[in-house]
């Protein structure tokens, strides 16, 4: 009975929460008049204050990329632009919106968990409730919206910055030239793939934000709860971000 109880019944238990939390959650979307200001607050935490590190990190993830690429490709047989062919659509189609992905469930899953979790621990959301307010609405909410609004915006910054981070590396550093490199992703480019990869970033940023509001939500157990529910929302993140992305590629492409 343990067994079954850890295997199935938990599982199953903690699905039926969070399907609930979310349609509590998203039933309040006509009052969202009151909780506008926190929605643009959300989205600054959750977008703005995230854009250099991710910045930073497809950079530095696109030059990686085309210096690989030159370091395998290097035979008088393959031409240069294969660099840029390999590049575009990498940034494009996959690192773009999984690098931001990681990066947003490290820093504001377990943000957006630690948050959610203190308040629980604190009874500050007994206190919302007692006030009258819809807790669920007004915290959960917001956080939600910021991250399928703001994720979108720091993929499309993260593919340019990325690509031209790769293609500075490739054209500096005497790899390709920059005719080269713009030929070869143009000649591999499809239409599909940006609006693939927006399509990734908005449920990437669902999943992330909606899963870390879960296991704040719920969290018990005091500070060690709180630890233990920043970590889990941050991991979980991750795993269901691969998921997702696995689940897209094989429906999608």
């Known amino acids: 009975m343990p067994l079954v109880r850890t295997l199935l019944v938990e599982p199953a238990g903690s699905v039926g929460r969070y399907a609930l939390l979310l349609w509590k959650a998203f039933a309040t979307l006509g009052d969202m008049k009151s909780y506008r200001k926190n929605i643009f607050d959300q989205m600054v935490h959750v977008g703005l204050e995230s854009m250099p590190i991710v910045a930073l990190a497809a950079a530095f993830s696109g030059a990686v990329t085309?210096?690989?690429?030159?370091?395998?490709?290097?035979?008088?047989?393959?031409?240069?632009?294969?660099?840029?062919?390999?590049?575009?659509?990498?940034?494009?189609?996959?690192?773009?919106?999984?690098?931001?992905?990681?990066?947003?469930?490290?820093?504001?899953?377990?943000?957006?968990?630690?948050?959610?979790?203190?308040?629980?621990?604190?009874?500050?959301?007994?206190?919302?409730?007692?006030?009258?307010?819809?807790?669920?609405?007004?915290?959960?909410?917001?956080?939600?919206?910021?991250?399928?609004?703001?994720?979108?915006?720091?993929?499309?910054?993260?593919?340019?910055v990325g690509i031209t981070g790769g293609m500075a590396v490739g054209v500096f550093g005497g790899f390709v030239p920059l005719g080269e490199f713009v030929a070869g992703a143009r000649e591999f480019f499809q239409p599909f793939d940006p609006v693939f990869g927006l399509i990734k970033s908005l449920v990437f940023g669902f999943t992330i934000t909606s899963i870390s509001c879960y296991k704040g939500y719920f969290t018990k157990g005091g500070a060690e709860g709180v630890g233990r529910a920043t970590t889990e929302a941050a991991v979980m993140s991750c795993v269901y971000l691969l998921v997702a992305d696995l689940f897209l590629a094989v429906t999608l492409l």
Do not use: C, H, K, W
């Open 66 to 160: 085309t210096v690989q690429a030159a370091y395998q490709l290097v035979s008088p047989l393959i031409p240069t632009s294969i660099i840029g062919s390999i590049v575009v659509p990498s940034m494009i189609l996959e690192l773009g919106a999984v690098l931001t992905g990681f990066i947003l469930a490290g820093r504001v899953g377990a943000r957006i968990a630690a948050e959610l979790g203190t308040m629980r621990v604190t009874e500050q959301i007994d206190a919302l409730e007692a006030m009258g307010l819809n807790s669920v609405g007004y915290l959960i909410v917001p956080r939600v919206l910021a991250g399928v609004f703001m994720f979108p915006v720091l993929y499309v910054v993260a593919s340019f």
